[in-house]
């Protein structure tokens, strides 16, 4: 029996995993991946554009991210917007496209950004249960409200919590796959 509140936190679990997915996306795992520029903007004009907006993004090789903007006079830019990034990466700019080389992680830092997946992953998870949460007290008023039966109640908590752990298997296997790519050599 699907309710209208199971639509919903089906619709709720779905973008947590987008979510998630996006923000490990821009970890890096070792090998050279054109979104892990995804979050740098640039100043350009005056205004705060999407690297992606203004550049062809590629990654040639495992080791190496090639960007090759449409407007050459953007170059300095983009490779200050890099620099003062977190991501620590020294670009090299020859006046056609900035290179970036994807230096091989250390076990240390493999280890730290395992623990940092993890952690989003957990994140993920917390937004799960809290969802849980609100989906079952709308069920207990709906019950309340006496437009459902206790019976009726029951199973649509079971419902909630079925498509909770359908989606934590999800998130497990999600962040399983991104922590066995960190730690591949």
Known sequence: MKL?????????MTKTISVL???LSVIRAGRANPAMLDKISVDYYGS????????GISSPDPRTIVIQPW???????????????DLGFNPSNDGEVIRINIPQLTEERRKELVKL???????????LRNARRDTNDKIKKIEKDGELGEDDAK???DEVQHI?????KEIDSVVAKKEAEIMEI
Do not use: C, N, R
Request: net charge negative; no cysteine; charged share 40%.
């Open 48 to 55: 705060q554009t999407p690297l992606k907006q203004m550049a």
């Open 4 to 12: 209208e509140v199971h639509i919903e936190l089906e619709d709720k």
């Open 21 to 23: 997915k996006e923000e």
């Open 71 to 85: 407007d050459k006079t953007a170059l300095k830019e983009i490779e200050k917007a890099i620099l003062a990034s």
């Open 117 to 127: 997946v993890s952690k989003t992953g957990e994140q993920s998870k917390v937004a």
């Open 155 to 157: 199973k649509a908590l």
């Open 164 to 168: 909770i752990d359908k989606y934590t």
